[in-house]
C-alpha cells in the first residue's frame, strides 16, 4: 500500500443561475436517461484516468448501478458525433433537493478536448440544468490529482471556495 496527500477543495457557483443558451453543431451535449453501465465506466475512465479517479472503476456493477440510475442522479454527454468526449454528473438525491441544492459529482472532457473552450458550454449544461430544477445552489468539489486548470477554470466560472481539507489516500500498488 501506498499513501499520497491530496488536498481536496469545495466550491459553490456564486453566478446567477439562469438558462445559458447552447448551439454547436459540432459538439452536442445531450442527457443520458439509460446510459449502459460499460458506456459510463468508458467515459469516466477517459476523463479521470489521469487524475487519480478510481472509485466508480472499483465498484461492482451492481452498486455502480444503484447510484447512476437513480433518477435523482443525471448524466449528461458531451459527444462529437458519435464519440463520448466528456461528461457531468449531477445529484439532488438525499435532501439535497429540499434545500434547493445540487451536486456536481464529475465534471470533465477527455484530454484531448480541454483548452477549447468546451468546459464552458459542458457548465452552462449544467448550469442551465440546475435552472429547470429550480435549484438555488450548485456545488462541486476538485482536488489536487485533478487537471492543473479545474481549480482555476471552476474560480474563473463564477464559483468561491467554501471549504478545504488535506487528507492521506491510501491506495494498492499493482
Not at 430544477?133 to 476538485?142: A, E, S, Y
Request: hydrophobic share 35%.
Amino acid at each position: 500500500m501506498k499513501s499520497k496527500l491530496i488536498n481536496i477543495t469545495w466550491l459553490e457557483y456564486k453566478g446567477e443561475i439562469k438558462k445559458k443558451p447552447y448551439d454547436n453543431i459540432h459538439y452536442k451535449i445531450t442527457h443520458c436517461n439509460s446510459i449502459g453501465i460499460e458506456e459510463y465506466k468508458k467515459i469516466y475512465h477517459n476523463v479521470g484516468r489521469n487524475h487519480g479517479w478510481f472509485g466508480r472503476s472499483n465498484m461492482s456493477n451492481q452498486d455502480l448501478e444503484k447510484i447512476i440510475f437513480n433518477k435523482k442522479v443525471e448524466i449528461y454527454l458531451m459527444k462529437k458525433g458519435t464519440e463520448n468526449i466528456g461528461f457531468f454528473e449531477i445529484d439532488y438525491t438525499n435532501d439535497y433537493i429540499k434545500d434547493k441544492e445540487l451536486r456536481i459529482v464529475h465534471f470533465g472532457l477527455i484530454e484531448g478536448y480541454i483548452g477549447k473552450g468546451l468546459g464552458i458550454k459542458l457548465m452552462d449544461a449544467a448550469i442551465t440544468r440546475a435552472y429547470n430544477l429550480n435549484i438555488k445552489k450548485v456545488i462541486l468539489q476538485t482536488n489536487s490529482l485533478d487537471h492543473k486548470r479545474a481549480l482555476p477554470f471552476y474560480k474563473e466560472y463564477g464559483f468561491k471556495v467554501f471549504a478545504q481539507e488535506t487528507k492521506n489516500l491510501i491506495y494498492a500498488v499493482n
